[in-house]
């Protein structure tokens, strides 16, 4: 593990709580000397005390050994505003509908932003019948490609996985589609409103 919570990340944790240190070693079962020495960094808490520590400061043990709060602010849910994370070890995808702390293979996740779709990361489109067809003119080989297509529209998203060797293609239903959008694992994730 090359990241621990830090004194400061506990402090500041803490009093946003309006929590005196005795009243957080009291919740966790540990002596208020004890918090102190983390808090001054004569100390670390157990590894055993960090699910414990994590519940009692209101937040999760990723985002205690990370020292960030991340509080989803897309309340009403809204598709659009939603984030994607992908691992750059495995190659998961996930799509959150807001801000969330997302680890997959011991890594923490940033969300992707988005860049404009041009060059050779251009989504092109066209209306067939009740569909988008959608494509990227771009190299589709093991090193260098692009990973997924996805149709984003206030309802939900279309997600279609693509692989090395095959065309960047793909068909949504145009049913109130917003944002069209292309992972290369290269140059990241492009997007588009359609």
């Not at 808490?45 to 050994?65: C, N, T």
């Not at 988005?114 to 080989?141: F, L, Q």
């Not at 529209?153 to 065309?167: A, C, M, T, V, W």
Request: glycine share 8%; hydrophobic share 35%; proline share 4%.
């Amino acid at each position: 593990m090359d990241r621990y919570v830090t004194g400061a990340v506990i402090r500041r944790l803490r009093e946003g709580k309006k929590m005196t240190q005795e009243e957080l070693a009291e919740r966790i079962h540990v002596s208020g000397k004890a918090v102190s020495k983390w808090e001054t960094g004569q100390g670390f808490p157990d590894i055993s005390l960090l699910e414990p520590l994590a519940k009692a400061l209101d937040i999760s043990v990723i985002e205690l050994l990370s020292g960030a709060y991340i509080q989803n602010r897309n309340r009403s849910s809204n598709m659009v505003k939603g984030k994607f994370y992908v691992c750059p070890v495995c190659g998961n995808v996930i799509r959150t509908i807001g801000e969330a702390m997302i680890s997959c293979c011991g890594i923490t996740l940033p969300p992707l932003e988005p860049e404009t779709a041009e060059g050779s990361h251009e989504i092109r489109w066209e209306t067939v019948e009740d569909e988008y067809y959608v494509r990227v003119d771009h190299p589709m080989t093991k090193e260098h490609h692009i990973s997924f297509l996805a149709a984003v529209s206030d309802q939900g998203i279309q997600f279609i996985k693509l692989y090395p060797e095959g065309n960047a293609d793909a068909r949504f239903k145009k049913n109130r589609v917003m944002y069209l959008y292309a992972y290369c694992n290269h140059h990241g994730l492009f997007q588009l409103k359609v």
